[in-house]
């Protein structure tokens, strides 16, 4: 923890708490979840609760079969729900997923500056390299990691320099003279890159709501620099206090390396909830949640991450370091596949241990399961740890969670002083002391 620093909140709409057997509850509510009405009753109370964003994460491309248990994260374009958002609440941040992989930036820059005007300055971009899609843009193999993030460097750039071509100064708006804009003030970019090229300017201007803060997902090594030089947060995967530190003194070093301030990358690991009243009645919602979930599914994904078929192996077999191939290998995230490493060379788990733990059954994210007081707990201990500068929540098994969340895990950190009461200002920029 920074001194005076408070925690930075974020809650996702991914739908976590229908994931699982979640979404099979009586009270779901999950044939809504296409339905703007669903989101408009957690976004006002998220901003009843004074969270700093809302975040929908995002993926272009639909695997059937994963379907057939849960409904995942696929539906709804981001932008387009945060902008209905942005209609029912006034303050809090509308972080958009968009991906540089397969989108064009003249594209994004128009959507999310139009989300940060239709939000008076709320919007976010969280910006991803995607982890799967090719084939539904042409792409017959899915480029690899370093040259996923060579076009994300010049994505941003592009997008970046579209935001200032048409700078709000501009507008002039003179009736009197009937000068509505001074053109000599809005300039082509002439981008000629690898990946792109495009003249400019934007078609749309920069609001005078001030920047669009950029968060940004993917921790390798190239990830870091990458966040270290443009991200204002990571969206990070940390499943132990360890891991947490580990990135937040790394992220800091980067960024500083970079030229930028020690605090200027906030880390925001994804917070994996499953609250009750009672530790036992949490422990159920956690079972019960897991039980039946796809376990030829969580050994393709062991298969794919270290090149290790645990498919015929027995539950109380140790997965040590030894089994794993030592040959590097491309894989689709780099970030999962070390956290998966680094898992078994630390501990050498049982089969069973291994396919309940978060590196495999829940994104390798921070996970709480317990009371709200629990929650509290953990929260403080890795903040005032410097393992985190806050979190995007992750409430799973039922709606329950959510509101537990909200009722009572937020406003026992207001108690404990590391969260605001009230909102000191309408931007995200502003929630996150950019402004
Ligand atoms: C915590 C986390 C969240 C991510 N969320 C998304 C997402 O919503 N959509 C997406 O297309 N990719 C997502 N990704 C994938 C990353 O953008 C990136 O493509 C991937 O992690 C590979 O980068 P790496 O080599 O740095 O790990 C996420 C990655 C991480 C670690």
Known sequence: MMSGQSLCIGLSLATTWLTGNGWRRPDSRVEQICLSDF???????????KLDFLFRPDSLFLDPTMLNQSPGISGLDPTLLLSALS???????????????FNHPYHVARSIQSLHWLSKGRAGWNVVTALDGNENFGVDIMPDADSRYDRAAEFTEVVFRLWQSYPPEARVVDRQAGCYVETGRIRPID???????????????????????????????????????????????????????????????RARQAGRGPGAVKVLPGLSLFLAPTRQEADALFEETQRGRDIARKHAFIREALGLDVSGMSEDRR???????????????????????????????????LLKR??????????????????????????????????????G?????????????VPGLVERGVFRSEYSGPTFAHHLQLA
């Not at 989101?39 to 609760?49: K, P």
């Not at 809090?92 to 968009?98: E, H, K, R, S, W």
């Not at 491309?330 to 898992?343: D, E, F, K, N, W």
Request: aromatic fraction near 6%.
């Open 397 to 409: 098994g039922s709606e329950d969670c959510l509101n537990l969340f909200l009722e009572e895990v």
């Open 39 to 49: 989101y408009v009753d957690i976004a006002r109370r998220a901003e009843a609760a």
């Open 358 to 395: 978060p590196e495999v059954s829940g994104s390798a994210h921070w996970q709480v399961v317990g009371t709200p007081a629990d929650a509290i707990d953990s929260i403080m201990e890795w903040f005032e740890a410097g393992a985190a500068d806050g979190f995007v929540a992750l409430p």
């Open 319 to 353: 997965i040590t370091t030894d089994l794993l191939p030592t040959m590097e290998r491309p894989v689709r995230s780099r970030t999962h596949a070390r956290l998966l490493r680094r898992l078994i060379e630390r501990e050498s788990p049982t089969l069973s241990q």
């Open 191 to 253: 981008h000629r890159g690898p990946f792109f090229s495009v003249k400019g300017p934007l078609n749309i201007p920069a609001s005078d709501y001030g920047r669009i803060p950029i968060l940004q997902a993917g921790a390798s090594e190239r990830g870091r620099d990458f966040a270290a030089r443009i991200a204002d947060a990571i969206f990070a995967a940390t499943p132990d206090m360890e891991a947490g530190r580990e990135l937040t003194d790394d992220i800091r070093s």
């Open 87 to 101: 209609r029912e609440t006034s303050h809090i941040g509308l972080v958009t997923t968009a991906s540089t992989t």
